[in-house]
């Protein structure tokens, strides 16, 4: 079992849809979720965190932490076209000062948001 | 620009040469952390900085490899004898001190013919 799993897609929806991603995470002792977009050819750019249980909402974005479930999800809504790219759930895993902010990955899902 | 900043962006070498990149990373970041990653697959981590020690080494970085960071600033990674295997986009990222939130660099990208 990989560490952190995702979907790897592609996620195909339409302009004005409800996007959503999913992840989940082998280390219950994980801390910190992260969310990265990262287009094709270029670095990974944060979009969201989250640290404890429940929905973070950013603008379009919602985060979804159940570390019960160990499960990590990003909705993106009113998706666009510019958002067409690849979406990478980051694990920050072991508690305490240990991991040193180390992220685990997940191999990222494609997402295009066709016109 | 007070990002990260990487350099070489891209370099392609001949198989056996020695290869070294440069980090600069924002200023008042003491966190300091390498990845690779190669095509179709997440970032993984190879080495993480604490201002000038180095704390933390994945086992995939082999002897061929080594990172530095001295005075706590900027960082180095060295490649020595470089495989076609070692192709990939290579990361650097920094974090603040007491918030986990790391920053990448645009990267520089490897290729070893």
């Known amino acids: 079992q990989k560490e952190v799993e995702q979907n790897s897609g592609p996620l195909s929806v339409p302009e004005g849809a409800i996007a959503s991603l999913n992840c989940t995470y082998s280390?219950?002792?994980?801390?910190?979720f992260f969310w990265y977009r990262q287009y094709s050819g270029k670095s990974p750019e944060l979009i969201m965190s989250i640290y404890s249980n429940g929905d973070k909402e950013d603008g379009r974005f919602t985060a979804q932490l159940n570390k019960a479930s160990q499960y990590v999800s990003l909705l993106i809504r009113d998706s666009q076209p510019s958002d067409s790219a690849t979406y990478l759930c980051?694990?920050?895993?072991?508690?305490?000062?240990?991991?040193?902010?180390?992220?685990?990955f997940g191999q990222g899902t494609i997402l295009t948001v066709h016109p | 620009d007070t990002g990260v900043s990487q350099n070489p962006r891209h370099k392609i070498t001949k198989r056996g040469q020695n290869v070294t990149f440069r980090c600069d990373p924002i200023?008042?970041?003491?966190?300091l952390y390498w990845y690779r990653q190669t095509l179709g697959q997440g970032p993984e981590f190879l080495t993480y900085?604490?201002?000038?020690?180095?704390?933390?080494k994945s086992r995939l970085l082999s002897d061929r490899f080594s990172a530095e960071r001295p005075k706590g600033s900027f960082s180095t990674l060295e490649i020595q004898r470089t495989e076609q295997g070692d192709s990939a986009m290579y990361l650097c990222?920094?974090?603040?001190?007491?918030?986990?939130?790391?920053?990448f660099g645009q990267g520089t990208r490897l290729t070893v013919v």
């Open positions: 200023s008042e970041h003491n966190r």
């Open positions: 980051a694990v920050n895993m072991g508690a305490g000062g240990t991991s040193y902010g180390k992220l685990t």
């Open positions: 900085f604490q201002n000038e020690a180095q704390l933390e």
């Open positions: 280390d219950r002792g994980s801390q910190s």
């Open positions: 990222a920094s974090s603040p001190p007491k918030v986990w939130r790391a920053f």
